[in-house]
């Protein structure tokens, strides 16, 4: 299967063309599930992954983009968002329309009756020129400068990782 044959990743495409991106998904040799596995393929450092972390809201859920050699820390979230919580792969898929490990920061599908998550993006990101996000498949990526995809996600800047690194 190619990435134009896969509908999220068809959805994730139309996305970026839509907003004007210039770099399209691109599909990897090998499943990318985890941000080592998508920085080993793509030959760059792991904090160029943009992980995507989604967390359970009262009500919907939160997509937390950060570098790949950052966790997120719920603590560090605005409190304006309420308690989040772990967010089972029914919940993510409900909100995001992506399945766990290739769920992209924009091209969301939510079921009827569910929101599409809030966005936001770790600051951490801008130590690259240069991110890799999952673009709807955990064999697809694209690329995108830090302000790109902040704007590409209608995403917030916020510092919600851990200080150390993993």
Not at 74 to 89: C, I
Not at 156 to 163: I, L, Y
């Given at each position: 299967?190619?990435?134009?044959?896969?509908?999220?990743?068809?959805?994730?495409a139309?996305?970026?063309r839509?907003?004007?991106?210039?770099?399209?998904?691109?599909?990897?040799?090998?499943?990318?599930h985890?941000?080592?596995?998508a920085?080993?393929?793509?030959g760059?450092?792991?904090?160029?992954?943009?992980?995507?972390?989604v967390?359970?809201?009262?009500?919907g859920?939160v997509?937390?983009?950060?570098?790949?050699?950052?966790?997120?820390?719920?603590?560090?979230l605005p409190?304006?968002?309420?308690?989040?919580?772990?967010?089972?792969?029914?919940?993510?898929?409900?909100h995001?329309?992506?399945?766990?490990?290739g769920?992209?920061?924009l091209?969301?599908?939510?079921?009827?009756?569910?929101s599409?998550?809030?966005v936001?993006i770790d600051?951490s990101?801008w130590?690259?020129?240069?991110v890799?996000?999952?673009?709807?498949?955990?064999r697809?990526?694209?690329?995108?400068?830090?302000?790109?995809?902040?704007?590409?996600a209608?995403?917030?800047a916020h510092?919600?990782?851990e200080?150390?690194?993993v």
């Amino acid at each position: 299967m190619t990435e134009t044959q896969h509908p999220a990743v068809a959805r994730v495409a139309a996305a970026l063309r839509h907003a004007g991106h210039a770099h399209g998904p691109q599909w990897l040799q090998d499943s990318a599930h985890t941000a080592q596995q998508a920085a080993d393929s793509l030959g760059v450092a792991l904090g160029a992954i943009a992980k995507s972390v989604v967390l359970a809201l009262p009500g919907g859920a939160v997509l937390c983009v950060t570098a790949g050699d950052r966790r997120v820390d719920a603590s560090r979230l605005p409190q304006q968002l309420g308690a989040v919580g772990r967010a089972d792969a029914a919940h993510v898929r409900r909100h995001t329309g992506f399945a766990i490990g290739g769920v992209a920061p924009l091209g969301f599908e939510p079921e009827a009756g569910a929101s599409a998550p809030t966005v936001l993006i770790d600051p951490s990101l801008w130590r690259f020129a240069e991110v890799w996000a999952a673009a709807g498949h955990p064999r697809s990526v694209f690329a995108a400068r830090p302000d790109e995809l902040l704007r590409l996600a209608g995403a917030q800047a916020h510092d919600f990782t851990e200080s150390a690194h993993v």
